[in-house]
């Protein structure tokens, strides 16, 4: 097993695999591996119908498997050797861990779920059309909207309004200081460090984004990408919010104007903010994708 340093060259082999795995976990887009590795120190390793991902998590070596199969025991075992026989995995589900826990494997795991980082995934159609009783809330915020900025414009997020994505994220990020609900400075700096990644490298990396115009002013914006073939990531959302209704319009509005062969979208994770969780529960999610970080030692086969 030969890791090498992710780099933009590596998508279209990644995605053979990624794109048609049927995982929509949001941590197998590409755009997000290469926005943020210089944080983890991201190496990759493609095989015939799976994809590696070896980093540092939490001051350790960790790794991700990507793949449709099941976690053959042959490539744990593979991962056990190369991870010096203690064995660290992030991002199983739950399907996955039971896998691993059948009693004829030759090794050990113990789990543990990270519920901050489950992953957000709701039928786009119900973003995008808001129906039912238990949306009544969310159409309000967007009847309210458009009946204060009847002239606002969807557009598409191009280069050319990059520099308004910049300075909404400023005034995005003092508001949060504001209500003392700000990151801490190594956050905030990691965070600007990977949309200048993604934005100097928007075509590269095949993303797509939206925002709204009121005025002729950013009041919102979005972006993200493909994480399998019918489910599109949402990397990022902004929006301003003495603005009524702008996070409710620039979601609605996102999944209106993406193209049909979306059957999810997946809003990734709360990172433990309760406001956060909230927010996105009040959208009921299709699905709730749960995580697990498992530990792997080898069994004395004797």
Request: proline residues 2%; hydrophobic residues 35%; negative net charge.
């Amino acid at each position: 097993m030969t890791f090498h340093r992710l780099a933009l060259s590596d998508r279209q082999v990644m995605q053979a695999v990624t794109l048609h795995s049927g995982r929509r976990n949001c941590n197998y887009t590409f755009a997000n591996l290469v926005g943020w590795k210089f944080l983890f120190g991201t190496e990759v390793c493609v095989l015939e119908n799976a994809v590696v991902l070896r980093y540092t998590f939490d001051g350790r070596q960790a790794y991700m498997v990507c793949t449709a199969e099941g976690l053959s025991q042959e490539l744990v075992e593979d991962l056990l050797h190369d991870s010096n026989g203690d064995l660290t995995l992030i991002g199983l589900e739950d399907s996955q861990v039971a896998q691993l826990s059948m009693p004829d494997t030759c090794f050990s795991i113990s789990a543990e779920p990270l519920r901050n980082q489950y992953d957000y995934i709701y039928r786009r159609t119900d973003l995008a059309t808001l129906h039912g009783r238990h949306l009544d809330a969310k159409r309000n915020h967007i009847n309210r909207f458009h009946a204060e900025h009847p002239d606002f414009q969807y557009r598409p997020l191009t280069p050319g309004l990059f520099d308004e994505c910049r300075r909404l994220t400023e005034i995005w990020q003092e508001e949060k200081n504001q209500s003392g609900n700000g990151n801490k400075n190594e956050t905030i700096d990691a965070e600007h460090r990977v949309m200048e990644n993604i934005f100097s490298n928007w075509d590269v990396l095949g993303m797509t984004g939206g925002s709204i115009m009121v005025d002729g002013r950013m009041v919102a914006f979005t972006y993200g990408s493909a994480v399998t073939t019918d489910t599109f990531d949402v990397c990022v959302e902004k929006a301003d919010r003495h603005i009524n209704g702008s996070f409710a319009i620039i979601n609605q509005q996102f999944a209106e104007h993406l193209p049909g062969q979306y059957v999810y979208i997946n809003r990734e994770e709360d990172m433990g903010i309760l406001g956060l969780r909230k927010a996105k529960l009040s959208y009921h999610p299709e699905i709730l994708l749960t995580y697990n970080v498992v530990h792997i030692t080898q069994n004395d086969r004797g």
